[in-house]
């Protein structure tokens, strides 16, 4: 596996489950980040994680919990989710989370999900 | 909110030249970020600027005032592949990254 692969590609969940999304990055990278895109929105910051601590949490519900156990996996648990959460979630990775140089960040395919 | 803007959609024909344009705040700016989505994929980056003026990548060029708060994405000798999302990225801080809408570009025969 090569770049940033994340599973599932696809989920469909009701109000009350609860689901986990995973990120991982196989670039040798250490801060990954989690973003949302809905339609006709523009793509959204979400959380931040560099070298495994949490930089950035951008007015997200609670119902939304990352979890980054090390550098390469990057996890975003889900619950009690409403309809208007259903969107695509894009992972992406980057060298660090300096912004010095071109710290390129290189997104997964994401997880189209849809809540019930 | 981060006030960047960009057209929603644009046409163009196979072979030919197009601009597209993005406009952003520059308080606390770090660089202006390019990225193409194809529909369903990931987005790919495709270009960056901090300074004022063009870097040129091939057939894709990019050029940013700051004082301004004005770029813009050029894309020469359009191929049928180039029909894709445009979002233009401001950087702020560290490395967190606020995108504009994108714009749907259409390359036509």
């Known amino acids: 596996e090569t770049g940033v692969t994340q599973t599932p590609r696809h989920l469909v969940m009701g109000m009350t489950n609860k689901k986990s999304l995973k990120c991982e990055q196989h670039?040798?990278?250490?801060?990954m980040y989690w973003y949302k895109q809905s339609a006709k929105k523009p793509l959204e910051l979400m959380f931040v994680y560099n070298f495994k601590e949490q930089t950035e949490n951008n007015s997200v519900p609670s119902r939304f919990s990352p979890e980054c156990p090390n550098s390469s996996h990057l996890f975003l648990h889900l619950h009690t989710l409403q309809p208007e959460d259903s969107a695509l979630y894009l992972c992406?990775?980057?060298?660090?989370?300096?912004?010095?140089?071109?710290?390129?960040?290189?997104f997964g395919p994401g997880t189209r999900l849809t809540v019930l | 909110g981060q006030n960047i803007d960009q057209p929603t959609e644009m046409t163009a024909t196979e072979g030919a030249i197009v601009q597209i344009n993005c406009t952003c705040q520059t308080s606390g700016f770090n660089g202006l970020f390019w990225y193409q989505q194809h529909a369903g994929e990931a987005p790919t980056f495709l270009s960056y600027?901090?300074?004022?003026g063009l870097e040129e990548k091939g057939r894709f060029s990019s050029f940013l005032s700051r004082s301004k708060g004005y770029s813009y994405l050029l894309l020469k000798e359009l191929q049928m592949k180039d029909s894709a999302s445009y979002l233009c990225?401001?950087?702020?801080?560290?490395?967190?990254?606020?995108f504009g809408t994108g714009t749907r570009l259409t390359v036509i025969p």
């Open positions: 600027n901090v300074l004022d």
């Open positions: 992406a990775s980057s060298q660090d989370w300096t912004g010095g140089f071109v710290n390129t960040q290189y």
């Open positions: 670039l040798g990278h250490n801060a």
């Open positions: 990225a401001r950087r702020t801080g560290a490395n967190n990254l606020f």
